[in-house]
């Protein structure tokens, strides 16, 4: 890992193909909290990153390459199971892909002789988005641009499905509410009760095509999303428009995330295709980005 002079990223990481998508793992227990996956064109490398913040003894950042997961086919999407942990002998590596091929891997690893991967198939066109159930890992969830939210069991079994009004763009399980499911389609949100079966409570953009949502780890109540080149916030309590709308990019949005520290941050990138893709990152009480940056990217067809 090396510091970059420019204001457009603090580090880089040289990599020896098109980096596709890249997920930092969301859960903090097993000390498991800096672990860092990134595909290439047909391969899934594992990581940790260090920063100053955390370890007084490391300058700036310090990365480590911990496996390669070949693949064989392009990676459009990755999550990571709660059941990943380092601290246990031995580690648990677990996360799952969405690839080109419309077929969703599930890998595990023990960083030594186990190295395994299970193929779940059902979906019949592109896999906008995919998630672990957040509490037990023992569930995923997937959306696609065949009009369809599925549930799958580990072993690859199918136990819910729901028919969406267009492609599914987003889908979110929140750790707090493990029942309820939140999927994004072109133009609404709607949360699924896992229990009965059938949505339960639906968000109106007004706008299309709404990009990516996502539902805020540390506010069940807020709701965040990017539709055209505006960023939209709801608070469900209050009203199923958004309570905030504002244009966040020059074209189309891509992406939107909360981040996993605070209800107030949230980031917002392009639309996928552009050579130069505009990363944001807001504060909710401010009216103007607090952080902007520019990379150089690949193409590509989704952002995830």
Request: aromatic share 12%.
């Given at each position: 890992m090396k510091q970059d002079a420019s204001r457009n990223a603090a580090y880089t990481l040289d990599c020896e193909d098109y980096v596709h998508v890249v997920e930092f793992n969301p859960f903090e227990t097993g000390d498991s909290g800096n672990l860092i996956a990134?595909?290439?064109?047909?391969?899934?490398?594992?990581?940790?990153?260090?920063?100053?913040?955390?370890?007084?003894?490391?300058?700036?950042?310090?990365?480590?390459?911990?496996?390669?997961?070949?693949?064989?086919?392009?990676?459009?999407?990755?999550?990571?199971?709660?059941?990943?942990?380092?601290?246990?002998?031995?580690?648990?590596?677990?996360?799952?892909?969405?690839?080109?091929?419309?077929?969703?891997?599930?890998?595990?690893?023990?960083?030594?002789?186990?190295?395994?991967?299970?193929?779940?198939?059902?979906?019949?066109?592109?896999?906008?988005?995919?998630?672990?159930?957040?509490?037990?890992?023992?569930?995923?969830?997937?959306?696609?641009?065949?009009?369809?939210?599925?549930?799958?069991?580990?072993?690859?079994?199918?136990?819910?499905?729901?028919?969406?009004?267009?492609?599914?763009?987003?889908?979110?399980?929140?750790?707090?509410?493990?029942?309820?499911?939140?999927?994004?389609?072109?133009?609404?949100?709607?949360?699924?009760?896992?229990?009965?079966?059938?949505?339960?409570l639906s968000l109106e953009s007004e706008q299309v095509p709404l990009m990516s949502a996502h539902w805020c780890l540390k506010h069940t109540f807020k709701v965040g999303s990017v539709a055209e080149n505006d960023w939209l916030i709801w608070d469900i309590t209050r009203s199923s428009y958004p309570q905030t709308k504002s244009p966040v990019h020059m074209d189309r949005a891509g992406l939107f995330r909360w981040s996993t520290i605070s209800e107030n941050l949230s980031a917002t990138t392009d639309y996928p295709g552009k050579m130069a893709s505009q990363f944001q990152i807001y504060h909710l009480g401010h009216s103007q980005p607090i952080l902007m940056g520019s990379k150089v990217c690949s193409l590509r067809r989704s952002y995830h």
């Open positions: 990134y595909s290439g064109n047909n391969y899934v490398i594992i990581g940790t990153c260090t920063f100053q913040e955390e370890e007084a003894d490391v300058e700036g950042i310090q990365y480590k390459t911990l496996q390669t997961f070949h693949h064989g086919v392009r990676v459009d999407g990755i999550a990571w199971s709660p059941e990943t942990r380092l601290d246990s002998l031995p580690p648990i590596i677990k996360f799952c892909t969405s690839a080109a091929d419309l077929k969703i891997r599930l890998f595990t690893s023990d960083l030594q002789d186990k190295n395994e991967y299970k193929v779940l198939e059902g979906h019949s066109y592109f896999i906008n988005g995919l998630v672990f159930d957040p509490k037990g890992g023992q569930g995923i969830a997937s959306v696609s641009d065949d009009h369809t939210c599925k549930i799958w069991t580990l072993e690859g079994v199918q136990t819910s499905h729901f028919i969406l009004h267009s492609p599914g763009m987003s889908v979110c399980w929140h750790p707090e509410e493990t029942f309820k499911l939140m999927v994004a389609d072109n133009g609404t949100i709607r949360f699924y009760d896992l229990v009965a079966q059938q949505a339960i």
